[in-house]
């Protein structure tokens, strides 16, 4: 089956710092979203971006859906942007998530 | 749009118990899924309704675990005879029409098997 891998698996930064989560995956989908977990384990819809570039307030992804990758660019991270993100991809009617990015912001 | 909601959001019971969980969907969204979710992972996808009818079910599954959608709303997960290693986040999502749209998950239920 399809792999997702996601890069790095941990993250410490300090606040107000930038980063960049990676998803690659190993074969065509139909879509690809990004989620932010919660501490309680809500996952929050971020992006729905088959492809091109989103950009909401601090947060933008891209996807290179030819090339079967993803980049969630963070800005100016506050502490509540702490939290696991997930890269999950689409094929044949289900969700494939990764295992995950853990962010750690500092105060 | 209420969004979708799961019930109970916690449930702790002992080995061998039957549980069952609820989710209601986004209501205009057809389509319905189950995903668990083990600590440290990504979740997994467990199954899905294309309105009432069952569409796929992952090996995951095994035969002590069933769910429905009778009436193409909510839809129940029933776990038989709990195991320790059933102890998992269970998650539902939904969507509004298949083919890659967009999925939408409720906060979960947090199972313990004690």
């Known amino acids: 089956g399809i792999q997702v891998e996601q890069s790095p698996p941990d993250l410490i930064l300090q606040e107000g710092a930038n980063s960049t989560l990676r998803c690659n995956f190993s074969?065509?989908?139909?879509?690809l979203q990004w989620f932010h977990q919660n501490p309680w384990g809500q996952l929050i819809n971020l992006f729905y971006i088959p492809s091109g570039t989103k950009q909401n307030g601090r947060l933008s992804a891209t996807t290179v859906a030819t090339e079967r990758y993803s980049l969630l660019y963070i800005s100016s991270s506050q502490t509540t942007d702490s939290g696991v993100y997930f890269c999950?991809?689409?094929?044949?009617?289900?969700?494939?998530f990764g295992k995950g990015t853990r962010l750690h912001i500092l105060p | 749009d209420t969004g979708v909601s799961q019930d109970p959001r916690h449930k702790i019971t002992k080995r061998g118990q039957n549980v069952t969980f609820r989710c209601d969907p986004i209501s205009e969204h057809n389509r319905l899924y189950w995903y668990r979710q083990t600590l440290g992972q990504g979740p997994e996808f467990l199954t899905y309704?294309?309105?009432?009818?069952?569409?796929?079910k992952s090996r995951l599954l095994s035969d002590r675990f069933s769910a429905e959608r009778p009436k193409g709303s909510f839809s129940t997960l029933e776990i038989q005879r709990t195991e320790q290693g059933d102890s998992a986040m269970y998650l539902c999502?939904?969507?509004?029409?298949?083919?890659?749209?967009?999925?939408?998950f409720g906060p979960g239920t947090r199972l313990t098997v004690t």
């Open positions: 999950a991809v689409n094929r044949d009617d289900k969700i494939i």
């Open positions: 074969d065509s989908v139909n879509n």
């Open positions: 999502a939904s969507s509004l029409l298949g083919g890659g749209s967009q999925q939408y």
């Open positions: 309704f294309q309105n009432e009818a069952q569409l796929e």
